[in-house]
């Protein structure tokens, strides 16, 4: 659909075609990509230098950066953020722009969401608590961009002549608002995969931290309690 349908056919001449375009190939394919767990194959299953390697960008600090809920929710802000700027356009109708997209996005959302999905990726339980609550920051801030195409009254990309095609195709203004629906809709309802991936770190890492607290000594969680109390003293 993304490449031969409707919206491949008529993503470089509608603004609805080319937003369902993107959002899908940022949101829907690394998604799917994710589940499959391509990373986690080639570490336990790959030759090994390729696991290694694939070990080392896992456990690198820009991967681990990039797959949190502080930095994800700015990234696909900025993304949808373009589409309110000329920049929009230009890239809509140019072929390059196209064959830039189709490689490009899905690689920035898989980069963005692999981490989550990632068992070798550990963080500390209070790190996933604040994950949640900024991951709920985020079902609002991802859907700024469809809700400014929605409201605004003229077109924002400035493309105002419009598309040549069949007769149904809607005016630049209408295609603008039709673009902001579907963006507004899409970035609600992809969040709720990532939802579902930081609930399922955070029964990974509570369960981990209380092994590491079965596993204690008398003696050394005699220890660490002191430790605590001395720190907070």
């Given at each position: 659909?993304?490449?031969?349908?409707?919206?491949?056919?008529?993503?470089?001449?509608?603004r609805?075609?080319?937003?369902?375009?993107?959002?899908?190939?940022?949101?829907?394919?690394?998604t799917?990509?994710?589940?499959?767990?391509?990373?986690?194959?080639?570490?336990?299953?790959?030759?090994?230098?390729?696991?290694?390697?694939?070990?080392?960008?896992?456990?690198s600090?820009?991967?681990?950066?990039?797959?949190?809920?502080?930095?994800?929710?700015?990234?696909?802000l900025?993304?949808?953020?373009?589409?309110?700027?000329?920049?929009?356009?230009?890239?809509?109708?140019?072929?390059?722009?196209?064959?830039?997209?189709?490689?490009?996005?899905?690689?920035?959302?898989?980069?963005?969401?692999?981490?989550?999905?990632?068992?070798?990726?550990?963080?500390?339980?209070?790190?996933?608590?604040?994950?949640?609550?900024?991951?709920?920051?985020?079902?609002?801030?991802?859907?700024?961009?469809?809700?400014?195409?929605?409201?605004?009254?003229?077109?924002?990309?400035?493309?105002?002549?419009?598309?040549?095609?069949?007769?149904?195709?809607?005016?630049?203004?209408?295609?603008?608002?039709?673009?902001?629906?579907?963006?507004?809709?899409?970035?609600?309802?992809?969040?709720?995969?990532?939802?579902?991936?930081?609930?399922?770190?955070?029964?990974?890492?509570?369960?981990?931290?209380?092994?590491?607290?079965?596993?204690?000594?008398?003696?050394?969680?005699?220890?660490?309690?002191?430790?605590?109390?001395?720190?907070?003293?």
């Amino acid at each position: 659909m993304l490449q031969f349908g409707i919206v491949g056919m008529y993503d470089q001449t509608l603004r609805w075609a080319f937003v369902l375009r993107l959002a899908l190939l940022f949101f829907a394919v690394p998604t799917f990509a994710a589940f499959a767990a391509p990373v986690t194959l080639l570490r336990t299953g790959g030759p090994a230098r390729l696991a290694h390697a694939a070990s080392a960008v896992m456990g690198s600090r820009p991967v681990r950066v990039l797959g949190t809920a502080i930095v994800s929710p700015l990234v696909a802000l900025a993304l949808f953020c373009l589409l309110l700027t000329p920049l929009s356009a230009a890239l809509r109708t140019s072929s390059v722009g196209a064959v830039a997209i189709t490689v490009l996005v899905p690689l920035l959302g898989f980069a963005l969401l692999a981490p989550l999905s990632e068992p070798g990726v550990l963080r500390s339980s209070t790190f996933v608590t604040a994950e949640f609550l900024l991951a709920f920051v985020e079902l609002m801030l991802d859907a700024i961009p469809g809700i400014v195409l929605r409201i605004t009254n003229h077109v924002l990309d400035g493309a105002t002549v419009m598309a040549s095609g069949p007769a149904w195709f809607p005016s630049p203004l209408r295609d603008q608002h039709l673009a902001g629906d579907l963006l507004w809709f899409i970035a609600e309802v992809a969040d709720v995969p990532v939802l579902i991936s930081l609930f399922v770190r955070w029964q990974r890492t509570d369960r981990r931290e209380a092994d590491d607290v079965d596993a204690l000594s008398d003696e050394e969680m005699d220890a660490l309690t002191r430790a605590h109390l001395a720190r907070r003293d």
